[in-house]
T-cell receptor, first 114, second 116 residues
Framework: DTEVTQTPKHLVMGMTNKKSLKCEQH?????MYWYKQKAKKPPELMFV???????INESVPSRFSPECPNSSLLNLHLHALQPEDSALYLC?????????????FGQGTRLTVV | AQSVAQPEDQVNVAEGNPLTVKCTYS??????LFWYVQYPNRGLQFLLK??????LVKGSYGFEAEFNKSQTSFHLKKPSALVSDSALYFC??????????????FGKGTHLIIQP
């Protein structure tokens, strides 16, 4: 099983809403990532979790709050987002933080903030 | 700092012809290099990686890439293109001197269009 599963696939939310994105992998990977991808742009790293601990936060606004409840799950809690936060949010995992491990990506959640 | 450059926004190839998608990199140490493909409204799929060893790396779906240290390049190639290869291709790098903690740095992407 080389799959990273993200839910929901699509999400429309108002600027006052609170919602969560979910990501799950069962490959035994110990590093998990959130990326943000705007249209026709490359993915940009947001957060890195290693062994369920946050190791990197790429200066992401506090309206995005990550959580790693266990080694298989990664959440991204959203609150008071802005329309410019509309994007494809990608979750990825890799065996570890070492550079030679490739990352496996989920299909993403298409987020629209209205 | 690490970076990759994909000089072509779009590459057009006739079906059956060989294809090349270009990538050059810049790192302070030795690089780990990756190619990913993205179909519309989908996540990224891993194609291949260069870590060490042979400069020619073979990957998924018949793709291969050639690592050239003197030219700091890692071009993606396929001997015979298929219409289904049409997609957005990303080159990515990790600098091993950075300890691997900082995820992947992607190039801007190249649209590959295979014409029947």
């Amino acid at each position: 099983d080389t799959e990273v599963t993200q839910t929901p696939k699509h999400l429309v939310m108002g600027m006052t809403n609170k919602k969560s994105l979910k990501c799950e992998q069962h490959m035994g990977h110990r590093a998990m990532y959130w990326y943000k991808q705007k249209a026709k742009k490359p993915p940009e790293l947001m957060f890195v979790y290693s062994y369920e601990k946050l190791s990197i936060n790429e200066s992401v606004p506090s309206r995005f709050s990550p959580e790693c409840p266990n080694s298989s799950l990664l959440n991204l809690h959203l609150h008071a987002l802005q329309p410019e936060d509309s994007a494809l949010y990608l979750c990825a995992s890799s065996q570890g933080r070492d550079s030679y491990f490739e990352a496996f990506f989920g299909q993403g959640t298409r987020l629209t903030v209205v | 700092a690490q970076s990759v450059a994909q000089p072509e926004d779009q590459v057009n190839v006739a079906e059956g012809n060989p294809l090349t998608v270009k990538c050059t990199y810049s790192v302070s140490g030795n690089p780990y290099l990756f190619w990913y493909v993205q179909y519309p409204n989908r996540g990224l799929q891993f194609l291949l990686k260069y870590i060490t060893g042979d400069n020619l790396v073979k990957g998924s779906y018949g793709f291969e890439a050639e690592f050239n240290k003197s030219q700091t390049s890692f071009h993606l190639k396929k001997p015979s293109a298929l219409v289904s290869d049409s997609a957005l291709y990303f080159c990515a790098v990790r600098d091993i001197s950075g300890g691997g903690a900082d995820g992947l740095t992607f190039g801007k992407g190249t649209h590959l269009i295979i014409q029947p």
